[in-house]
């Protein structure tokens, strides 16, 4: 039976490799009506152990971890605004002009959210809210940087159960195999239909190869934050510059379809113009870390005035218990 081709043409269905690594199923599942999503549910996941890493790394600075749960209130719908919008502006072919439905452009459920978008926005939105806060932006960008690039590779699992972000085929031992997927009705649907066991094609799986490069950068971020005791921003610089430079090669390897300009992916030159502005501010930020005052004033010195009143009753409690041993003994 011939199926879609990556680009679009009819091919005949390739025989199953075992040794290659196999899509899902699917990538969407009903409780009744209501439809769960792999892709939301990976962003969500990235999410949550993106705050709990941030709760503590911001405490260990210095600052309130509330403050990390006001950022996510705002931070969260502002990052998939922008998210969508990035996707929306560099794929508008995808929504805009003759046959196609506009519309379309506010479904985030179809799959396309735009990382450099959504931290863009997301950072904006938490700025304002920090400066309303009167704390200063750097020492939180540095505490949240490496969980947000974590976050970035456990969301990156929801291409996979979406297939989609691959590279050209290949026929390399990890090459992850394309199923033909159908609806009910037995129509082709990729996203939202179920296999049928039939492969399409067997690609080279570029969301594994940045799922695997963002995790790698969180741990050198994490390592350099302890071991060069970063402050003024620069983990957040350095965040940038990691994830920019792998992702401007793994451009260079996906085959989905993208808007080009002098022949290169716009996400290549995007990535690009980040990674020189990241490393120009990276070397001329402060060197050193912030001092917990400088971080959030007001939560330090409640915290130092607690620390202070348990060290008092500590000593009242131990003066105490020695006032009463030594008149047991004169007793």
Known sequence: MPVPALDGTLIGVQTLNLANIPSPPQGVWYLGPIPIRAYALCIITGIIVAMAISLRRYKARGGNPETVWDAAIVAIPAGIIGGRLYHVITDHQKYFGEGKNPWQALNITAGGLGIIGAVTLGALAVWVMLRRKHLPMAPFADAVAPTVILAQGIGRLGNY???????????????????????????????????????????HPTFLYELIWNVAVFFVLIWADKRFRLGHGRVFWLYVAGYTLGRFFIEFMRRDEANLILGLRVNTWVSAMLFIVAVIFFLTRPKGKETPAEVDPEFTSSSTAETEDDEYRGAGNRTQNTYEGEVGTRG
Do not use: H, K, M
């Open 161 to 203: 159960f979406n297939q989609e972000l691959y590279g050209a085929e290949t026929d390399v031992p990890w090459a992850l195999d394309i199923y033909y997927r159908v609806n009910e009705a037995g129509q082709y649907a990729p996203l939202t239909g179920r296999s049928t066991g039939e492969v399409i094609a067997s690609v």
